[in-house]
């Protein structure tokens, strides 16, 4: 069996006292463990016993990156970050107070551990590569300043900006430490909208940077509440790159997921170039790998500014949407349905949406298709739709929605989805086909709140 087999937390012995008693772990770590994020599963081998000294303590899984911390113990370095991420600052085991929270990689540990794996290749166990190590604060810090100033020569910043870019894509980790320098955000903020010319390499590397990262509210404030910065990324959204445009858009829905305030938020939703070059990187999908997903991020985010729903319409979202709903991924599916019930909220895009001949058999074939979500922003959207048009109704019934309503308001899903669903039911009751009209009375269609 792979390495990769795995089995319930609870399945998984701790080793035996007289193997090792520091290797017992007290009852509150593994409720720690039980609600870390993104914790791993142990592991299940079969013909072969993991030696107890390469189990992490924590999980009691083989671990992959092990690391020592300043009381000496060792852990992979994945549950020791999450043991210190909710909360935690005591060592699991001997249960004293870290003096701080280096993790000093274990290197002769994990080599042993490699080559317990190729010994053990026979059984399906596999090597565990050698992991990447988190960046070294001193170097993001220098490698900050030499970008950030303006005395040094243009290849010295742009070489930092890209060795920077490089150790983000690397780990999270290093996302992390970049992130976490008082001024990081500032310093690339600067160089985006910075003086070295309005498309320079160093502008671009700074841009693919920054979207790497989550921005503060002042930083959003220092960008949106300015108009110059706002028309410049307007204008990259139609640069001759699709890597440039599209993290154009990504920065514009990072903008205005951090902006706390109407008003700020308005000051990107009211330039139509935003939704026009938006739209346009949802029409060309293949152009680049991140195209879909940061372009129904960033229309989704325009769209929950309600004034301005009407731009993304006049842009033509409702056609674009319509014709790129099967690409989409899951989670993208949902944002994209979502888009089209928010913008279906509005006269112009109802009639919009009405025009395309394909909106309700997709939207109806969607229906307990995808998700609970996405089943509950179709059904918002057919309601929408069916509610100012009678052709809309007659489509919906030719497309088979009582079927799939019916079978909705018997299922799990959400609350509002069967409320959607219900007064679904009661607005087409007069477009069913008559013999199904009869039966009606058997399904809650009628218990409308």
Not at 289 to 318: E, H, S, W
Not at 418 to 428: C, E, I
Request: negative net charge; aromatic residues 4%.
């Amino acid at each position: 069996m792979s390495l990769c087999s795995i089995r319930s937390l609870s399945n998984i012995k701790p080793p035996e006292p007289h193997q090792n008693q520091t290797h017992q772990i007290s009852q509150r770590a593994f409720s720690d463990l039980a609600t870390m994020p993104g914790s791993l599963e142990p592991l299940d081998l079969v013909g072969v016993q993991i030696p107890y000294h390469f189990r992490c303590p924590i999980s009691l899984e083989l671990m992959r990156d092990p690391v020592i911390i300043s009381t000496g113990q060792t852990y992979d370095r994945h549950s020791i970050e999450s043991w210190v991420a909710t909360g935690n600052t005591t060592c699991p085991v001997t249960r004293t107070q870290l003096a701080d929270f280096t993790l000093i990689p274990n290197h002769t540990l994990r080599r042993l551990i490699q080559e317990w794996c190729v010994a053990n290749r026979s059984f399906g166990v596999e090597r565990i590569p050698t992991p990447k190590q988190p960046a070294d604060p001193t170097l993001v810090r220098s490698l900050l300043s030499q970008a950030g100033s303006h005395s040094n020569p243009y290849p010295t910043r742009l070489a930092a900006l890209r060795r920077l870019r490089g150790l983000a894509r690397d780990l999270d980790k290093n996302r992390s430490i970049i992130s976490s320098h008082i001024s990081a955000r500032e310093i690339l903020v600067n160089i985006v909208f910075g003086d070295s010319g309005p498309d320079s390499e160093l502008n671009r590397e700074a841009l693919a940077l920054l979207v790497m990262l989550p921005l503060a509210e002042s930083d959003c404030v220092a960008v949106a509440s300015d108009p110059d910065r706002v028309g410049f990324l307007a204008r990259l959204l139609f640069h001759n790159s699709m890597e440039v445009r599209v993290n154009s858009a990504a920065l514009i829905e990072n903008l205005l997921a951090g902006s706390r305030t109407a008003e700020l938020r308005a000051q990107i939703s009211n330039v139509d170039e935003i939704y026009h070059g938006v739209i346009e990187i949802l029409r060309n999908p293949i152009a680049h790998p991140r195209a879909l997903k940061i372009g129904i991020k960033a229309l989704f985010a325009l769209c929950l500014v309600k004034q301005t729903r009407d731009k993304a319409v006049a842009a033509g979202a409702p056609e674009t949407l319509i014709n790129t709903l099967a690409e989409f991924e899951k989670c993208d599916s949902e944002r994209a349905l979502a888009t089209i019930e928010l913008l279906c909220r509005v006269p112009e895009g109802c009639a919009a949406f009405e025009a395309h001949a394909l909106t309700v058999p997709l939207l109806v074939k969607t229906i307990l298709k995808i998700s609970d979500r996405a089943t509950e922003y179709a059904a918002g959207a057919l309601l929408s739709l069916c509610s100012e048009s009678e052709q809309s109704q007659n489509d919906a019934v030719a497309a088979g929605i009582m079927t799939q309503l019916l079978l909705l308001v018997q299922s799990d899903c959400t609350d509002r989805a069967k409320r959607k669903a219900q007064l679904l039911l009661k607005l087409l009751r007069d477009s069913w086909p008559e013999d199904s009209v009869g039966n009606s009375d058997d399904f809650v269609c009628s218990d409308v709140v």
